[in-house]
């Protein structure tokens, strides 16, 4: 177990909604990333949270959005769905910027 | 950017074999850590690699870093099919700026 909780483990949705990804990271943690994973592909990192700040953005599309709150929990927003959207959207947390980073368990979106 | 390649892509082989796999780049990087991530989980750090000609061990894997640290290897002996999985590479530059992933290497073991 890595200490990042994310849910839900799998969400099912249609084009054209909007969905909401949680993760928590580990304790002492204050970066938060946000990855994204179609299938067989390779991490697509997508942005970067630091102690409730943006730090850095990757290929994140403009239909997608995310915060960290003050307790540093994190949400990635996902909008007005396509299918290919459809992916394992993974977080990962660590101690600082560039430290090692602990990935959760993933969160798998399939939109119908 | 500093970018990581990570070679071959894809590697098919029979349980027992050996292997190697590897991750580059003309960037120094000030460390390189090795995940493997099964399908439907997420990546799970195997090694911290951090001075150049650095070499680890673990069970049956074998992590270098090359001496310029500009390049790392992983090496399994006698594979099984638990070592199934991607394997990815990843890097802090040198600058200290920022996290770099590998695209990976997706490895089968047949038994």
């Known amino acids: 177990d890595s200490g990042v909780t994310q849910t839900p483990k799998h969400l099912i949705t249609a084009t054209g909604q909007r969905v909401t990804l949680r993760c928590s990271p580990r304790?002492?943690?204050?970066?938060v990333y946000w990855y994204q994973q179609s299938l067989d592909q390779g991490l697509q990192f997508l942005i970067q949270?630091?102690?409730?700040?943006?730090?850095a953005k990757g290929n994140i599309l403009e239909r997608f959005s995310a915060q960290q709150f003050p307790d540093l929990h994190s949400e990635l927003n996902l909008s007005s769905l396509e299918l290919g959207d459809s992916a394992l959207y993974f977080c990962?947390?660590?101690?600082?910027?560039?430290?090692?980073?602990?990935f959760g368990a993933g969160t798998r979106l399939s939109v119908l | 950017t500093q970018l990581l390649e990570q070679s071959p892509q894809f590697l098919s082989i029979q349980e027992g074999e050996n292997l190697t796999v590897y991750c580059n780049s003309s960037?120094?990087?000030?460390?390189l850590q090795w995940y493997r991530q099964e399908p439907g989980e997420g990546p799970v750090l195997l090694v911290t690699?951090?001075?150049?000609?650095e070499v680890k061990k673990l069970k049956r894997l074998t992590f270098q870093f090359g001496d310029a640290r500009k390049d790392s290897s992983l090496h399994i002996t006698a594979a099984q099919p638990g070592d199934t999985g991607l394997y990815l590479c990843?890097?802090?530059?040198?600058?200290?700026?920022?996290?770099?992933f590998g695209p990976g290497t997706r490895l089968s073991v047949l038994p």
């Open positions: 949270y630091y102690n409730g700040e943006e730090r």
């Open positions: 690699v951090v001075t150049g000609g």
């Open positions: 990843a890097g802090v530059d040198n600058y200290g700026q920022n996290f770099v």
């Open positions: 990962a947390s660590s101690v600082g910027v560039k430290n090692i980073q602990y």
């Open positions: 960037s120094v990087f000030s460390s």
């Open positions: 304790s002492g943690d204050l970066s």
